[in-house]
């Protein structure tokens, strides 16, 4: 996936299928995905429990191998890594933030951030002039020195954020980044993501259940039962409201009207 016409593309994945067993029942979790998502793209994932949005958005962080087919990530394939190079990968490619957090609690927020540049070996310190600039875009200079527990759960996001952001990562993967917060928290830190996506092109690929965030990304994929259903334009909608009317319209539609 190196050719010329792929220069551009963060993620592309081809045939991507992914089945788990349950029982003497195989579940399919994703069902043949062809994707590509562009390097400065802001793409929302949304669809119903079940639909295999999470399941995508872990293939693509290469938390879990597919089935079948593959993804490429920054023209690199996946596929073609071991466990080890996988991890180094991820680590240096993939900026990852999730709905808990994942903060280690006996670590300052300093000590999180610093958590991948210190297991890549690297000796860096906030002070450098790229992670000021990150710890004051996400406006954490304050809570450097406190510990997890100290913290509101919207800062407890922007330290995530901040960790994610500290290996300078070709891709943004957030799965329900907001799921935790209040509504005021939610928007202020889809409102950051909007502006990392806008001014510094940053690459973000999320997945949320709820329109009034899928709003703020540039592209919409709808999946069910591990396909995608609908590829969309956000500027398509005229606000939040009208995005959920219309999202509900397309899930509720027969799967022989699938067009996409």
């Given at each position: 996936?190196k050719?010329?016409e792929?220069?551009?593309?963060?993620v592309q994945?081809?045939?991507?299928s992914?089945?788990?067993?349950?029982?003497n029942?195989?579940?399919?979790?994703l069902?043949?995905?062809?994707?590509?998502i562009?390097?400065?793209?802001?793409?929302?994932?949304m669809?119903?429990s079940?639909s295999g949005?999470?399941s995508?958005?872990?293939l693509?962080?290469?938390?879990?191998?597919?089935?079948?087919?593959?993804?490429c990530?920054n023209q690199?394939d996946?596929s073609?890594m071991?466990?080890?190079?996988l991890t180094?990968?991820?680590?240096?490619?993939?900026?990852?933030?999730f709905?808990?957090?994942n903060?280690?609690?006996h670590?300052t927020?300093e000590e999180n951030?610093?958590?991948?540049?210190r297991?890549?070996?690297?000796k860096s310190?906030?002070e450098?002039e790229?992670l000021?600039a990150?710890?004051?875009?996400?406006?954490?200079?304050d809570?450097l020195?406190?510990?997890?527990e100290?913290?509101?759960g919207?800062?407890?996001?922007?330290v995530?954020l901040?960790?994610?952001?500290?290996?300078?990562?070709?891709?943004?993967?957030?799965?329900e980044?907001t799921g935790?917060l209040?509504?005021?928290?939610s928007q202020?830190?889809c409102r950051?993501?909007?502006?990392?996506?806008?001014e510094?092109?940053?690459?973000?690929?999320?997945?949320?259940?709820?329109?009034?965030?899928?709003?703020w990304?540039?592209r919409?994929?709808i999946?069910?039962?591990g396909?995608?259903?609908?590829d969309?334009?956000?500027?398509?909608?005229?606000?939040?409201q009208?995005?959920?009317?219309?999202y509900?319209?397309i899930?509720?539609?027969k799967?022989?009207?699938?067009n996409?």
């Open positions: 996936m050719s010329k792929n220069h551009q593309m963060a994945t081809e045939k991507l992914k089945e788990f067993r349950q029982g029942q195989t579940i399919v979790a069902d043949s995905i062809d994707l590509k562009e390097k400065g793209e802001f793409v929302a994932v669809g119903a079940g949005k999470s995508l958005l872990h693509i962080a290469g938390l879990i191998r597919p089935s079948a087919g593959r993804v990530v690199e996946l073609k071991s466990d080890q190079h180094t990968f991820r680590r240096q490619k993939i900026g990852l933030v709905q808990s957090y903060l280690i609690p670590l927020a951030i610093l958590l991948p540049l297991a890549d070996g690297r310190r906030l450098s790229k000021q990150i710890l004051n875009e996400l406006e954490i200079v809570q020195r406190q510990y997890p100290t913290l509101s919207g800062q407890q996001q922007r995530a901040a960790r994610a952001l500290s290996m300078d990562p070709a891709i943004i993967l957030a799965d980044p935790n209040d509504s005021i928290s202020n830190i950051i993501l909007n502006r990392l996506n806008r510094k092109k940053r690459t973000i690929a999320l997945v949320t259940h709820e329109p009034s965030v899928a709003i990304a540039q919409l994929l999946l069910r039962d396909r995608i259903i609908a969309l334009k956000i500027d398509s909608f005229e606000d939040a009208d995005l959920a009317a219309q509900q319209e899930v509720q539609l799967p022989n009207s699938e996409i």
